[in-house]
């Protein structure tokens, strides 16, 4: 052997291996896994890895009468294996999105029903029915980030009288509460669709004349669109508009301030949200508002301890001149924070604009008293 050849081998070993994982990754997660989705995926990696062992098979054993003999064995084997996993290991949506990681149980068939499953780019999206409640969860990995009864999926006249239950008032009220301390926003933006109900509702204000939602999973957009009439603004307003992108991302490559900017991304333990609710984020959130604008951080008290939900705060307060908090559910905090001069003071009457009354009319009166 050549002195170096060796060396060379090695290294030529390792950086065919590096890309293949970088090319590997890449196609598998943003194309072939929303195109397949993930049994289809799994498929076809298995059929890819075999297909290669097949393939040096032949290579090894051209000239062999046993060695071809034991390729269509081979052969045979891979499509026998590969027909009976795909017909007799189903891949239940219900089970797959029941969140067993969280409450330990299986999602009983008959009293939940799957009405959206999709393997996304960065998460699989369900939709869930719930027979017992009348209600509907959009769920992210097994993980609900928005929860509503279907009395809402009614126009506004048509709905009976309620109060506010599930997630239903945090989504209501993270928009209404952050209005009310920027009535005259012109330019706002929202990260994470959710069910689009505050989006929606910031929509009811007529001074608004743009609104972006910031949502980094296509898939929660797709499937939100279940939830209509009750988030119809978000999608038919052409004053809304939807930014699939990272939040982080999104805010370090505009230059134009926002007047009013609401952060409801999942809980910060799901992987890759945590960035969201550190001092290096409301740095640049800060960066994005104008003089007068004001930031609104929904902040879930479950499954969350103390220590982190007062980081959360002192990081806001290290950013921002001067915030209040309001408990917006029994499970949740929305933190409305600005770095304008002069002291916070809500106008309420921004619950009375007519488009927003037209939703909130068979609620009982949106008044100061409820905070």
């Known amino acids: 052997m050549a002195a170096g050849q060796g060396e060379r081998a ?23 896994l929303p195109l397949l989705g993930l049994r289809g995926l799994l498929t076809a990696g298995a059929l890819v890895d075999a297909g290669l062992g097949i393939m040096l098979l032949h290579r090894a054993g051209r000239d062999s009468t046993r060695a071809r003999r034991r390729l269509r064995v081979a052969v045979g084997a891979v499509a026998a294996v590969t027909a009976l996993v795909w017909l007799l290991v189903p891949l239940d949506p219900l089970l797959l999105t029941s969140g067993v990681y969280r409450s330990g149980m299986v999602a009983d068939p008959r009293t939940v029903r799957i009405l959206f499953y999709h393997d996304g780019r960065t998460a699989t999206v369900s939709m869930e029915e719930y027979r017992e409640n009348d209600s509907m969860t959009l ?11 279907r009395l809402w999926l009614r126009p506004p006249g048509t709905r009976p009288p309620t109060v506010f239950q599930l997630d239903e008032s945090t989504q209501a009220l993270a928009a209404l509460v952050t209005l009310a301390f920027a009535p005259e926003a012109a330019d706002a933006a929202v990260i994470g669709q959710g069910s689009g109900m505050t989006s929606h509702y910031l929509l009811g204000s007529p001074r608004l004349r743009s609104l972006t939602t910031i949502e980094i999973e296509p898939e ?3 499937a939100s669109r279940l939830f209509s009439p009750a988030n119809r603004r978000v999608f038919e307003d ?3 508009h939807f930014a699939i992108d990272d939040a982080k991302s999104f805010f370090a490559a505009r230059r134009k301030p926002f007047d009013l900017i609401v952060s409801e991304p999942s809980n910060p333990w799901v992987s890759g949200v945590a960035g969201l609710f550190s001092t290096e984020f409301y740095a640049k959130v800060a960066r994005q508002l104008a003089p007068h604008g004001v930031f609104g951080q929904w902040l ?9 939900a007062l980081s959360v705060i002192a990081a806001l307060a290290q950013n921002f001149g001067q915030y209040q908090i309001f408990l917006v559910s029994d499970e949740d905090m929305l933190v409305v924070a600005t770095n304008r001069r002069e002291a916070l003071a809500p106008d309420w009457s921004v619950a009375r604009l007519p488009e927003i009354a037209a939703d909130l009319a068979n609620l009982p009166p949106f008044t100061p008293g409820l905070f």
């Open 300 to 308: 879930h008290v479950y499954e969350l301890n103390d220590d982190l």
């Open 10 to 32: 090695i290294g030529t070993v390792y950086g065919v291996n590096t890309l293949g994982s970088i090319l590997g990754a890449a196609v598998a997660g943003l194309l072939l």
């Open 220 to 222: 929660v957009i797709r």
């Open 238 to 240: 052409p004053r809304s």
């Open 139 to 149: 769920s992210s990995n097994g993980k609900a980030d928005a929860w509503l009864r």
